[in-house]
T-cell receptor, first 116, second 115 residues
Framework: GAVVSQHPSWVICKSGTSVKIECRSL??????MFWYRQFPKQSLMLMAT?????????EQGVEKDKFLINHASLTLSTLTVTSAHPEDSSFYIC????????????FGAGSRLTVL | AQSVTQLDSQVPVFEEAPVELRCNYS??????LFWYVQYPNQGLQLLLK??????LVKGINGFEAEFNKSQTSFHLRKPSVHISDTAEYFC?????????????FGKGTRLSVIA
């Protein structure tokens, strides 16, 4: 079945640094990937929709300059948290929709970011 | 726009007992429905989905759900739970033929199975 790999699974960084999270579709092509953020014991909040070869579409309230998304190929989307602060600490999850087939999302295992 | 309501934030249940996790949705268009499970510090795993056809959908790990259009519900059930079913369960909805429209999730229900 469809597999989405997310890396790194855990990352700790100092305040002010930037962190890049990768999301790869391993056995299918994904023209669309979604980035979600999850706070402890809460549901997933959509941050942005990443489209291959074009600019990402950000949800209201999400700073596009802070959360840079790049979807340069059909199998890779990256989320870069720039100048991270402690309030950016969260669980980030990506998901991908196969370019063909049923409307089902496959999720990555998530990346836990802790900003000190 | 779509919305999903999971009425129970927490559901404790004894091992081998049956369980039902409730999900209601709101949408002005036809939808696809999903249940996902999330184990601690992990991503989401698809349990089952309703796309079309039979309204009773069987998924992995012995779970099933029934789509009820008139009640706009998609409740998740399992006749006998195991300790390993302890996790967070999310109901989600997507408009049919949605193209790039992402899933809309409910707030989740934490299932705690007690030995």
């Amino acid at each position: 079945g469809a597999v989405v790999s997310q890396h790194p699974s855990w990352v700790i960084c100092k305040s002010g640094t930037s962190v890049k999270i990768e999301c790869r579709s391993l056995d299918f092509q994904a023209t669309t990937m979604f980035w979600y953020r999850q706070f402890p014991k809460q549901s997933l909040m959509l941050m942005a929709t990443s489209n291959e070869g074009s600019k990402a579409t950000y949800e209201q309230g999400v700073e596009k300059d802070k959360f840079l998304i790049n979807h340069a190929s059909l199998t890779l989307s990256t989320l870069t948290v720039t100048s991270a602060h402690p309030e950016d600490s969260s669980f980030y999850i990506c998901s991908a929709r196969p370019s063909k087939g049923a409307n089902v999302l496959t999720f990555g295992a998530g990346s836990r970011l802790t900003v000190l | 726009a779509q919305s999903v309501t999971q009425l129970d934030s927490q559901v404790p249940v004894f091992e081998e007992a049956p369980v039902e996790l409730r999900c209601n949705y709101s949408s002005s268009v036809s939808v696809y429905l999903f249940w996902y499970v999330q184990y601690p510090n992990q991503g989401l795993q698809l349990l089952l989905k309703y796309l079309s056809g039979s309204t009773l959908v069987k998924g992995i790990n012995g779970f099933e759900a029934e789509f009820n259009k008139s009640q706009t519900s998609f409740h998740l059930r399992k006749p006998s739970v195991h300790i390993s079913d302890t996790a967070e369960y999310f109901c989600a909805v997507s408009p049919r033929n949605s193209g790039n429209t992402p899933l809309v999730f409910g707030k989740g229900t934490r299932l705690s199975v007690i030995a």
